[in-house]
């Protein structure tokens, strides 16, 4: 077993994703590292939680505190990078990953940050095998590095509390992602260490909502995303045939 991997290994963790994602971890909070296009992409997917949760929840989007009594998982954290803001909107938030290094990296930040964030060394098996449940769960940039995506959807969505959401954002599997997110941004551009996507494991929209929907969530929303260069910043389109994010809901009154 790998030292950086979870001591529970399931169907849905590809340990050559969760190495290579280890390998990195100490520049997860770097704007300038590895991890510049996440903390570039950070403001338009933050942006887009906060007000589908707020819409959803019946929450002010102005407030300091919109996620007040909210439970929030976000799963393959990573360093935290979305676990944090909404941990500071009031959430009460889990953030897990299989990988322990990134746990851990997660962990420092978090205390230097003066957050309280459950973070866990665990899979999405592990967390729905012991019954947790969610207000909204976050699983953004995920899918494309897990080994198993039916298996990995179903067992998310089971952690789904009745009236809650799950977003997902990835990249979808077409030439124009792989013209762009593959070889534009590991080879030309250099964004990403190269490998850092693979094009068979990109994931097209039909291949998350068939299984969502087999789950008993259903689509509430779809939105691309795209990069303009000029401005250096990334902003929500209609064109979803490269990065793109989707919101699924489970029908019921929500708790809170």
């Known amino acids: 077993m790998s030292p950086n991997s979870s001591p529970h290994i399931a169907g849905t963790v590809d340990?050559?994703?969760?190495?290579?994602?280890?390998?990195?971890?100490a520049e997860w909070w770097s704007p300038t590292g590895?991890?510049?296009?996440l903390h570039k992409f950070n403001p338009v997917r933050l942006a887009y939680i906060k007000d589908k949760v707020c819409e959803r929840f019946g929450r002010d989007p102005k407030?300091?505190?919109?996620?007040?009594?909210?439970r929030i998982l976000d799963i393959g954290c990573g360093g935290g990078l979305l676990?944090?803001?909404?941990?500071?909107l009031g959430a009460t938030v889990t953030?897990?990953?299989p990988s322990t290094t990134n746990i851990e990296i997660a962990r420092l930040h978090a205390a230097q940050s003066g957050l309280d964030i459950d973070y866990r060394a665990a899979t999405a098996e592990d967390l729905a095998a012991a019954g947790e449940s969610f207000d909204v769960v976050l699983n953004m940039e995920v899918v494309e590095h897990v080994a198993d995506v039916p298996l990995f959807l179903g067992e998310v969505s089971r952690m789904v509390r009745p009236g809650g959401l799950m977003f997902v954002a990835t990249i979808n599997r077409t030439l124009k992602a792989y013209a762009l997110a593959i070889v534009g941004a590991e080879y030309v551009l250099r964004w990403l260490p190269k490998g850092t996507h693979s094009y068979e494991k990109l994931v097209r929209p039909s291949e998350i909502?068939?299984?969502?929907?087999?789950?008993?969530?259903?689509i509430l929303d779809r939105s691309g995303v795209s990069y303009n260069p000029l401005a250096d910043t990334w902003n929500r389109s209609r064109d979803m045939d490269v990065n793109y994010m989707l919101l699924a809901g489970r029908p019921g009154d929500?708790?809170?």
Do not use: I, W
């Open 83 to 88: 676990s944090e803001p909404m941990a500071r």
């Open 95 to 97: 953030g897990a990953d």
């Open 63 to 70: 407030a300091s505190d919109a996620f007040k009594g909210l």
């Open 15 to 25: 340990e050559r994703e969760v190495a290579r994602f280890s390998a990195m971890a």
């Open 34 to 37: 590895k991890f510049r296009p």
């Open 209 to 218: 909502e068939g299984p969502l929907g087999a789950a008993g969530l259903e």
């Open 254 to 256: 929500a708790a809170v």
